[in-house]
C-alpha cells in the first residue's frame, strides 16, 4: 500500500526528477518572497518614499527583466542544445539571482539605481532559469509521464511556497516584523533558502544531451541562430505546438494578471496584512492541490482535455469574483467584516486553477517537444510566458478603474478554453517523436 503511495514509483530517475523540483521549491523565494509580498513594498516605502514614482519604476524594473528574458530565451535555448549547457545555465542563473538577493539588504532611501541594479538582473535570472528548469523535462520523463513528472516539480514548489508563507507570517505576527525596514533578514533569508535548496540540482541533476559535434565554443553563438533559423523555417512541422503557444498566450494573461494584481483585488474588499496572508496560504495549498490531482489524472485524461478542464475551472472562479466584487460594492462594503465565505471558496477555486493550469501546460509542451531541442522549445515557451506576463499587466494597469476588468480577464479563460479543441494531441506528439528519430543535421 505505501509502495503506491510513493510518488516517485515507477520513475527511472527518482533522485534527480527529486533535485530537479527542489529546483522549483528553491526559486519560490524570489518568485513569492521577493516579487509578490515584499519588494514592491519595501521599494515603495523604504527606497523611493513616493507611492505613485514607485509604481512606475517597479512597473519599469518588471518590464526590463521580463523583455531581457522574452529577447533572449530562443537563442539561449538553441545555444543550450547544440553546447548541452542547460544545467550551466540553470546554476549559473540561480547562483546571480542568490547573490542579487543577498545584496538586497545594502538597499536604503533614495537608492534607485542601486535597486534597479540590483532587481533586474535577479528578475532576469530567475525568469531565465525558469525556462531551463522546464526544458529538462522531456528528459527526466516518458511521454506518458510528462503529467506525472511536471506535478511533482509543480508541487513541491508550492510546498516552498506555504512555508515561506508561514515563516513571512510568523515573522510579521511574533517577531515584529510588520514594518518594511525591518524586512532586510528576509531578503537574506531569501537568498539563503535559494542557495540551500539549489544544491540537490548541483549534485544530482544531470544533462543527458551531449555536445553536437563538429562546433567549437567559438561558433556556438553562430550555431543557436542557424538552429532558430531552421525551426522557424520548420514552423509547420510542428505546427501543434505553435497552435497551443498561441493559445497558451492568450490565457497565461489572465493567471499574469490574477497573480500580480491579488493584493490589490485583496485590498479591493479591505483586506489587511494579516488576511492578504491568509488569503496567499488558501492560494498555495489548494494550488498544490491542483498540482497533485493534475499530475494525477493528466497522462490518462490527456493533456488537451486536462487543460481544457481546468480552464473551466479559471473562468467559473473568475467570473464568480467578478460578480462577488460587484456585490460587495453595491452593498456599502462593509471592510471590517469582508466579503464572506464565499470569497474563500473562489480564492481556493483560483489556486485549483494556478496550480493546475501551470503543470498541465507545461506537461503538454514536453510532450510536443523533441527532446534533443527541448532547451530551444522551451525557451519559446518561456518567451510566450513573459510576453503573456507584460501583456497581462498592462492590461491590469490600463482596466484597473473599471468594475468590469474581472469579467475580462474571465474572458481571457473563455477564449483560451474555445480554442483549445484546435490543439491535436496525437499529431503533435508523432511530429516530435519524428523530429528525435531523424538524423542530427
Not at 516539480?153 to 514594518?179: D, K, N, P, R
Amino acid at each position: 500500500m505505501l509502495h503506491r503511495l510513493n510518488p516517485f514509483r515507477g520513475i527511472e530517475s527518482p533522485r534527480a526528477v527529486a533535485a530537479w523540483g527542489l529546483y522549483d521549491l528553491a526559486n519560490q523565494s524570489f518568485q513569492l518572497l521577493i516579487n509578490t509580498l515584499l519588494f514592491s513594498i519595501y521599494l515603495t516605502i523604504v527606497v523611493v518614499g513616493d507611492g505613485k514614482r514607485a509604481e512606475l519604476i517597479w512597473g519599469a524594473m518588471f518590464f526590463i527583466s521580463n523583455a531581457l528574458v522574452v529577447l533572449s530565451a530562443p537563442v539561449l535555448g538553441a545555444l543550450a542544445d547544440a553546447r548541452a549547457w542547460k544545467k550551466e545555465i540553470l546554476l549559473a542563473t540561480g547562483c546571480l539571482c542568490v547573490v542579487m538577493m543577498a545584496c538586497f539588504p545594502l538597499l536604503g532611501p533614495g537608492a534607485i539605481a542601486l535597486a534597479v541594479a540590483l532587481y533586474v538582473p535577479a528578475a532576469f535570472a530567475c525568469g531565465t532559469g525558469e525556462n531551463f528548469l522546464a526544458a529538462f523535462l522531456p528528459e527526466l520523463a516518458k511521454r506518458e509521464q510528462m503529467g506525472r513528472i511536471s506535478a511533482l516539480g509543480w508541487s513541491m514548489s508550492y510546498v516552498g511556497a506555504l512555508v515561506l508563507l508561514l515563516i513571512c507570517f510568523s515573522a510579521v505576527t511574533w517577531f515584529g516584523l510588520a514594518e518594511p525596514e525591518q524586512w532586510k533578514g528576509l531578503f537574506v533569508l531569501s537568498a539563503v533558502w535559494f542557495a540551500v535548496f539549489m544544491v540537490p540540482t548541483v549534485l544530482w541533476l544531470n544533462e543527458k544531451a551531449v555536445p553536437r559535434p563538429g562546433r567549437d565554443d567559438a561558433t556556438a553563438i553562430v550555431d543557436a541562430f542557424r538552429r532558430l533559423k531552421r525551426t522557424i523555417r520548420e514552423a509547420g512541422k510542428f505546427a501543434q505546438l505553435a497552435t497551443f503557444l498561441a493559445i497558451f498566450f492568450v490565457y497565461s494573461m489572465g493567471t499574469q494578471t490574477v497573480v500580480f494584481f491579488a493584493g490589490i483585488i485583496g485590498n479591493s474588499f479591505g483586506f489587511g496584512i494579516d488576511r492578504l496572508i491568509l488569503m496567499a496560504v488558501v492560494m498555495a495549498v489548494t494550488a498544490g492541490v491542483g498540482a497533485i490531482t493534475t499530475g494525477m489524472v493528466q497522462d490518462r485524461l490527456g493533456h488537451r482535455n486536462t487543460v481544457m478542464s481546468i480552464l473551466g475551472v479559471w473562468v467559473l472562479a473568475t467570473t464568480g469574483l467578478a460578480v462577488l466584487k460587484l456585490r460587495f460594492a453595491a452593498s456599502g462594503a462593509d471592510t471590517s467584516t469582508g466579503p464572506g465565505m464565499a470569497f474563500w471558496v473562489i480564492a481556493g477555486a483560483i489556486g485549483l486553477g494556478l496550480g493546475g493550469i501551470g503543470t498541465a501546460s507545461r506537461a503538454l509542451v514536453g510532450a510536443f517537444t523533441p527532446e534533443r531541442r527541448s532547451a530551444e522549445f522551451f525557451g519559446l515557451w518561456g518567451m510566450v510566458y513573459k510576453l503573456a506576463s507584460i501583456g497581462g499587466i498592462l492590461f491590469g494597469v490600463a482596466s484597473e478603474a473599471s468594475r468590469f476588468s474581472l469579467f475580462l480577464i474571465a474572458g481571457f479563460f473563455a477564449v483560451g478554453l474555445a480554442l483549445m479543441p484546435l490543439v491535436n494531441e496525437k499529431a503533435g506528439m508523432a511530429a516530435a517523436s519524428a523530429d528525435d528519430q531523424s538524423p542530427m543535421e
